[in-house]
C-alpha cells in the first residue's frame, strides 16, 4: 500500500515513483560493479605491475572506494534524488551561486563521460563475444557494441519496477557466476604455478610506487557503480536507509570476489600468460574445463557485460533529466512518459550517444574517465559533507564514521591517483574543465545570471 502510495503521489507530482527497494538499489549496484571491467583489466594490472603488489593495489582501490562510499552514502541520504551529484553539489556550494558552476561542470562531465562509460562495457562485451564467434572482426565488434546500446535503450524504455525485478535477476546470476569461477579456481590451484607470480619483481623503469597508481586506479574504474543507487535516489523508497545500505553493502562483497577472481586465476595461468590474455577468464576456465568451460564462461561474463551496461545507462539517463527538471538544462529533457513514469528524452539521448562512443578508440578510456571524474566531481563532493553538515541539514540523514577521516583518506587517495595516471589523461581532463567553465560563463552573461547577476 505503502509503495503504490508513492506512486501515486509522484506522478501527481510529475516525478518518477519511489519503486526501488534495498535489494533493487544493492543489485543496481552490483550489476554496474561487476560488468565487464574485471575480466578485462586483471591483464592491465598484472602488466602495470608484476608480482605480489598487484594485490596491494586491488586492496587500496577497495579502501579508498570504501571511504569515498561512506561521501556518497552521507550525501545521497541528505538529498535523495535521482541524478544524486548535481544535487549535492548544487545545494553544498550554493543553488544561485558556485553551485551553479558545479552543477553544471557535472552536468557537463556526465555527458562526456556517461557514453563512453557505457560504451565500455558494450565494447567489452563484444571482445568477450569474440570468443565465440572469432570471424566477428574488428568492424563487427563495434557494431555489436553499438547495437547492444541501443538494444538496453529499448528494454529500459518502460516501467523503473520492472527494470528493478531484471537487475536482481541479472546480479543473481552474475554473482553466482563469479563464486563458480572463484571456487574451481580454488579446487584447481598450483601453489607452482601461484609462487612464480609471488616470485616476480615490478620492472625497474616504472617504480613500485607508479604501478601501484596504476594499478589502484584499475581497481577503483573496476569497482566504480557503488554509487549507482545515488543516481536513482529520486525513485528509492526509505532513501536515508536504503541508499546508504546498497553502498555500503556492495563495496566489500565486490571486493571479497575480485580478490577471489585474481588469487584463482593467479593459480592456475602463469602470470605471464594472464597479463598478455585477450579474455583471461576464457582462458582460465578453459584450461580446467576444456574449450566448453570456457564457452560457458565467456556466456556467463555476456550476461554480467550486458547487465552492467544496462544498469549504468539507466543511472545515467537520470541526470539530463534531473537538470532540466531544475532549470539548467534544455526543458525537453525533462519529459516523463505519460504511463510509465520515466525519462524518456534523456534515455534516449544517452542511449544513442553511447552507441555512437562505441566507434571511439578506448585504449587510454579507463585512465581518462577515472581522472575526469576525480577532477569535477568526486573532490567536489568530499567537502560538500562538510559544507552540508555546517548547515546541518536533514538531521536524520545518514552520518559516516569517524569524521573527517575519510573524507581525508578520499582526497589524498584520490590526488595519488590523479598524480599517477599519466600527463594524457590529466591533460585532457583539465581542458574538458575549462572548457565546461567557459560555456558555463557564457551562459551565466546571457541569462544575468552567478557571477553576472545584477546587485
Known amino acids: 500500500m505503502r509503495a503504490a502510495a508513492s506512486e501515486g503521489t509522484a506522478a501527481r507530482e510529475g516525478l518518477p515513483p519511489r519503486a526501488i527497494g534495498l535489494w533493487g538499489g544493492l543489485s543496481a549496484n552490483v550489476l554496474n560493479m561487476i560488468g565487464i571491467g574485471p575480466f578485462v583489466t586483471i591483464p592491465l594490472a598484472l602488466s602495470a605491475l608484476a608480482g605480489p603488489g598487484v594485490l596491494l593495489g586491488w586492496i587500496a582501490g577497495a579502501l579508498l572506494c570504501l571511504c569515498d562510499g561512506l561521501v556518497w552514502a552521507e550525501l545521497g541520504s541528505t538529498i535523495p534524488e535521482s541524478g544524486g551529484p548535481y544535487h549535492y553539489l548544487r545545494e553544498a556550494y550554493g543553488r544561485e551561486g558556485a553551485g551553479r558552476l558545479f552543477g553544471f561542470l557535472y552536468l557537463w562531465q556526465t555527458l562526456l563521460t556517461a557514453p563512453l562509460s557505457i560504451a565500455s562495457a558494450a565494447v567489452g562485451f563484444a571482445q568477450y563475444a569474440g570468443f565465440l564467434m572469432p570471424s566477428l572482426g574488428d568492424a563487427g565488434r563495434v557494431l555489436m557494441a553499438a547495437g547492444l546500446c541501443l538494444f538496453n535503450t529499448a528494454v529500459l524504455y518502460r516501467r523503473i519496477g520492472h527494470i528493478q525485478k531484471l537487475s536482481m535477476l541479472v546480479s543473481a546470476v552474475v554473482v553466482a557466476a563469479c563464486a563458480w569461477i572463484v571456487v574451481t579456481g580454488i579446487a584447481h590451484f598450483d601453489m607452482t604455478v601461484a609462487r612464480r607470480f609471488l616470485d616476480a619483481r615490478p620492472d625497474a623503469g616504472q617504480g613500485f610506487w607508479l604501478g601501484l597508481g596504476a594499478v589502484a586506479l584499475i581497481a577503483v574504474y573496476d569497482y566504480g557503480g557503488y554509487n549507482n543507487v545515488c543516481m536513482l535516489g529520486g525513485e528509492v523508497r526509505e532513501p536515508r536507509r536504503t ?13 571479497l570476489l575480485y580478490l577471489g577472481l585474481n588469487l584463482s586465476i593467479l593459480g592456475v595461468l602463469p602470470w ?93 578510456l579507463i585512465a581518462t ?59 585532457v581532463a583539465l581542458l574538458a574543465v575549462v572548457v565546461g567553465s567557459l560555456i558555463f560563463l557564457v551562459q551565466s552573461r546571457r541569462t544575468r545570471t552567478w557571477p553576472f547577476q545584477s546587485t
Open 243 to 255: 541508499i546508504p545500505r546498497a553502498v555500503l553493502l556492495s563495496i566489500p562483497l565486490v571486493a
Open 272 to 364: 605471464e600468460q594472464a597479463a598478455g590474455s585477450k579474455a583471461v577468464v576464457a582462458d582460465f576456465m578453459q584450461a580446467i574445463h576444456g574449450r566448453s568451460g570456457g564457452m560457458l564462461a565467456v556466456a556467463l561474463i555476456l550476461l554480467a557485460s550486458w547487465g552492467s551496461a544496462l544498469v549504468v545507462l539507466l543511472g545515467y539517463s537520470r541526470v539530463p533529466f534531473a537538470a532540466a527538471r531544475d532549470g539548467q538544462f534544455f526543458r525537453v529533457f525533462g519529459r516523463l512518459h505519460p504511463r510509465g513514469g520515466f525519462p524518456t528524452v534523456s534515455l534516449v539521448f544517452v542511449g544513442i550517444t553511447s552507441a555512437l562512443a562505441c566507434f571511439l578508440s578506448l585504449e587510454r
Open 369 to 427: 574517465l577515472m581522472v575526469v571524474q576525480i577532477l569535477f566531481q568526486y573532490i567536489a563532493q568530499c567537502f560538500a559533507v562538510v559544507a552540508l553538515r555546517r548547515r546541518r541539514t536533514a538531521p536524520e540523514a545518514f552520518r559516516m564514521p569517524l569524521y573527517p577521516l575519510p573524507i581525508v583518506v578520499s582526497v589524498v587517495g584520490w590526488l595519488y591517483l590523479v598524480a599517477t595516471a599519466g600527463w594524457p589523461s590529466f591533460v
